[in-house]
């Protein structure tokens, strides 16, 4: 949050606060991008390791 409100006239001051939209998308966003994930995405990771731990 940042207030910048110390000013002579309260008028002239602001507030603002950065992540409030995120918090309300929160319950949403998990199914759309998962959805997403398997319909675009591509697994970057390569090699045996990999492959055994997925």
Do not use: K
């Not at 001051?13 to 959805?35: K, N, R």
Request: aromatic share 4%; proline share 6%; glycine share 12%.
């Amino acid at each position: 949050m940042i207030d910048a409100q110390s000013t002579p006239q309260l008028v002239d001051g602001m507030v603002i606060e950065d992540g409030t939209i995120y918090g309300a998308l929160v319950g949403f966003l998990p199914m759309p991008m998962a959805a997403a994930s398997a319909l675009i995405g591509h697994d970057a990771d390569t090699g045996i390791g990999d492959c055994i731990r997925e």
